[in-house]
């Protein structure tokens, strides 16, 4: 198993580029946006609509729906599969299946957190999410009009066959799997009521030898999670929407995510090249903190909170759809 090196190591966390109603002054419309435009070049001030902003998120939007996040101050050291070592021994791949068998039910029962909902109900572009847990995409399903999200590191909900490329549910595959290991919780000696998983749905365990893992029914070929592993590429359909998406924008937000991987680093960079402002939100340090205009340290969710009720102030929020007051934010 490959230790991934933390580009984050020895940064620190900034303090505040302004106060968070500031910064959501500028997201609202309300105040003109500034933008460095990159290193010594001449700022650029405009006024961004505040539907004309495209957001990027990461972990730390789904820490509050139970999920952990591989870099915040809380977060334990982990060891990502990479793809290399995925695809280097089916005793690998044994590994890989049994750790998520185990986690995925405790994948599925997570639902969206109130950060979730407020994003889904701002008027933004687009979302572009590292996030590969699908709780966008199901707080946009009770929203009228919801921006377009792309999981830009793919979805734990879909498998795909490396060999013919099928795709299949995901819970088809959790099926199958427990199937051919019926006996694996006891000799394991698991406690799958609650176990603790990492935000790509695998957890911890020691002893996956005897895991038998199911291959592609039609071709035979390995059966590997839909998601874009450590060492991996974004496929280039997906950049290309998320691209999109941006080059749209008259901004871009960035929330949960430290910007450690390059997959989401390359936006901010870009968006610094075309003189677009640049808001980080997250609460410890980034590899884009010094390429942001606007920098907040506070939590995602109550910096959301109060962006949504800026923006219904101004009547720019999306309706939620039917009267569950459970999904009101």
């Known amino acids: 198993m490959a230790v991934i090196v933390d580009p984050l190591r020895g940064r620190t966390r900034p303090g505040p580029s302004h106060s968070d109603a500031e910064i959501i002054d500028v997201l609202t419309g309300l105040a003109p946006a500034r933008s460095t435009a990159g290193p010594g070049a001449k700022p650029k001030v405009s006024n961004v609509p505040v539907t004309d902003w495209a957001v990027l998120t990461g972990a730390g939007m789904s820490t509050d729906s139970g999920i952990p996040d591989y870099r915040g101050p809380d977060a334990e050291p982990r060891k990502p599969m990479t793809i290399q070592t995925f695809l280097s021994h089916p005793a690998q791949r044994a590994r890989y299946w049994a750790r998520s068998w185990v986690g995925w039910p405790r994948m599925l029962r997570s639902r969206p957190n109130p950060g979730h909902l407020a994003l889904a109900r701002l008027p933004v572009i687009g979302i572009i999410t590292q996030n590969v847990d699908g709780l966008h995409q199901a707080a946009a ?16 909900d879909r498998v795909i066959c490396l060999g013919c490329g099928r795709l299949y549910d995901r819970n088809w595959v959790q099926d199958r799997l427990t199937e051919e290991n019926p006996d694996f919780v006891e000799t394991a000696g698991l406690d799958t009521i609650d176990p603790e998983t990492a935000p790509d749905g695998d957890v911890e365990l020691e002893e996956t030898a005897h895991f038998r893992v199911v291959d592609c029914p039609r071709c035979g070929g390995i059966l590997k999670p839909d998601v874009v592993y450590f060492g991996d590429s974004v496929p280039a359909a997906r ?26 680093l390359r936006f901010v960079r870009s968006a610094v090249r075309a003189g677009r402002p640049v808001v980080i939100v997250t609460d410890g340090p980034t590899r884009g903190d010094e390429l942001a205009d606007y920098r907040s340290i506070s939590r995602v969710a109550d910096f959301l909170d109060d962006w949504t009720q800026r923006a219904a102030a101004i009547g720019a929020l999306r309706r939620i759809q039917g009267d569950d007051e459970m999904l009101r934010v």
């Open 141 to 156: 399903e009770v929203v009228d009009g919801a921006a377009p999200v792309v999981d830009l590191h793919g979805s734990l």
């Open 239 to 264: 950049v290309e929407e998320a691209n999109r998406i941006c080059e749209t924008a008259g901004g871009l937000v960035v929330l949960g995510s430290s910007l450690a991987v390059l997959s989401g």
